[in-house]
Nanobody
Framework: VQLQASGGGLVQAGGSLRLSCAAS????????MGWFRRAPGKEREFVAA????????YYSDFVKGRATISRDNAKNTVILQMNSLKPEDTAVYYC????????????????WGQGTQVTVSS
C-alpha cells in the first residue's frame, strides 16, 4: 500500500493541525494505521494508532487528550487531529500501515508515507 501524508505546517503554540494520510494500492481496511513522529536528534516514536474498523484507538501519553486519530475506509484516509500544540510537538510526522494487531514499535510497520513537517512556535 502507498501512503501520502499531508497537512503539516507552521503553527503557534496552542494551535491545531489536521494531518491526513491517503492510501492507495491495496485494501485500506485490511491495515492497522499508525502515526509516528521524529523530532530532530531523536528516534522515531509512536503517536497514535487505530484498528481496521476504527473501533479502537491508541495514543502515546504525550498526546493523549490533545490528539484524535480517525479513519474513513471508504475514502482510504486516516486523520490525526492535533490540538493544543506545544513546541515539543515539532517533528516530522509519518503515517504507517501494518497487518496484524496494533503495535507501538515503528519497526513492526510494513508501509510508510514520506512524512509531513510540523513546526510549533512558542
Amino acid at each position: 500500500v502507498q501512503l501520502q501524508a499531508s497537512g503539516g505546517g507552521l503553527v503557534q503554540a496552542g494551535g491545531s493541525l489536521r494531518l491526513s494520510c491517503a492510501a492507495s494500492g491495496r485494501t485500506f481496511s485490511n491495515y492497522i494505521m499508525g502515526w509516528f513522529r521524529r523530532a530532530p536528534g531523536k528516534e522515531r516514536e509512536f503517536v497514535a494508532a487505530i484498528t481496521r474498523n476504527g473501533e479502537f484507538t491508541y495514543y502515546s501519553d504525550f498526546v493523549k487528550g490533545r490528539a484524535t486519530i480517525s479513519r474513513d475506509n471508504a475514502k482510504n484516509t486516516v486523520i490525526l487531529q492535533m490540538n493544543s500544540l506545544k513546541p515539543e510537538d515539532t517533528a516530522v510526522y509519518y503515517c504507517a500501515a501494518r497487518n496484524g494487531v496494533v503495535n507501538y514499535r515503528a519497526g513492526m510497520y510494513d508501509y510508510w508515507g514520506q512524512g509531513t513537517q510540523v513546526t510549533v512556535s512558542s
